[in-house]
């Protein structure tokens, strides 16, 4: 006589799995909704926490939309990075004019202009401190000058193109004034650099912030807990909501921040435009934008995540029905 027992349909896992599935769906979704609602009865408490999370999060976003608008400003002012070539003294006028065909051709020239001994040394004679000087001279001391464009005017190709306009006939020195543009870029970089480390040290406040406002709520709701666990609540239960807290916590501070850094923009705005006039540039500061909007909230709520995670794995331990 056959003992078989009966097989266990797969079919009957499935609906307990979804069914699983879904309560554990409506559990996050109240704790979620329980953390935001708790969070707007606190208004005063709440707000100086997300307030505080605001500022830490919109100083590093701030100076980093401020070294990027930076770094815009200084490529426009590097593409004024012209290359002087002095060419020899007493040549003539179609000399001269083969020379700069000979510069307009090279590569990454966008353009050349002349100048003649006789409009240098008019522009020289125009100056108080020269002008007595030159009034002296019997003849003209100055060689006809080509100003060259480049094109491109990273560091690298500006010396490539001074060095093949060294090597044209009638060429007696190249001039290219490319330090300052050196000086230029280390100051970014090390503004970029010390936007990261401020950023990082920023964050570590944050998590401290969040971390301790979690630890007042526990701290607050410790008779809740502990009845919570006495009916057989699970530790991923009654963290449930704290961790929800936190993320709530973070991202607001992060909208909050994006807001303070758009405002601190709109009341710069007009100075800059004036600044970036003198550097022959157009428009005024870029903001952070759609971007840094979703930016600030990912990253604040992640950051407000993690220390409620940090809290909440610390000092729940402490919490045991006595």
């Known amino acids: 006589m056959s003992t078989e027992q009966p097989k266990a349909s797969p079919h009957g896992a499935r609906p307990r799995h979804r069914a699983r599935l879904r309560a554990l769906r409506e559990q996050h979704g109240h704790a979620a909704l329980a953390s935001l609602g708790r969070l707007t009865r606190g208004k005063a408490a709440s707000f100086m926490s997300a307030g505080v999370v605001a500022i830490a999060l919109a100083l590093p976003l701030g100076l980093a939309v401020l070294v990027h608008n930076a770094n815009q400003l200084a490529g426009a002012s590097r593409g004024s990075t012209d ?15 083969k020379a700069r065909e000979d510069a307009a051709a090279l590569t990454n020239v966008a353009k050349v202009r002349v ?3 006789t409009e240098a040394l008019d522009s020289f004679k125009q100056r108080p401190a020269f002008s007595q000087a030159l009034a002296t001279l019997d003849t003209n001391p100055l060689p006809p000058v080509l100003v060259v464009t480049p094109r491109e005017t990273g560091l690298d190709q500006v010396k490539t193109l001074a060095g093949k306009l060294g090597d044209l006939d009638h060429v007696d020195q190249v001039v290219a004034d490319t330090r300052w543009v ?45 009845v919570q666990k006495l009916v057989g609540a699970t530790n991923a239960f009654v963290r449930r909501p704290f961790l929800y807290g936190g993320l709530w916590y973070g991202a607001i501070g992060g909208i909050i921040a994006w807001i303070l850094v758009e405002i601190a923009l709109a009341l710069l705005d007009r100075p800059v435009e004036r600044l970036a006039h003198l550097y022959a540039s157009t428009g005024g500061l870029d903001g952070p934008g759609a971007g840094g909007f979703f930016a600030m909230l990912v990253i604040g709520g992640a950051l407000g995540w993690l220390g409620a995670l940090l809290a909440v794995g610390r000092y729940l331990r402490a919490v045991e029905p006595g």
């Open 83 to 97: 290359i002087s070539v002095f060419l020899d003294q007493g040549l003539d006028h179609e000399t001269v004019t």
């Open 182 to 226: 050196q000086r230029l870029n280390a100051m970014l970089a090390i503004a970029q650099r010390a936007v990261w480390v401020i950023g990082i040290l920023l964050a570590l406040a944050v998590l401290l912030v969040i971390g301790n406002t979690i630890r007042l709520e526990i701290q607050n709701r410790r008779r809740e807990i502990e």
């Open 115 to 117: 100048i003649s001994p």
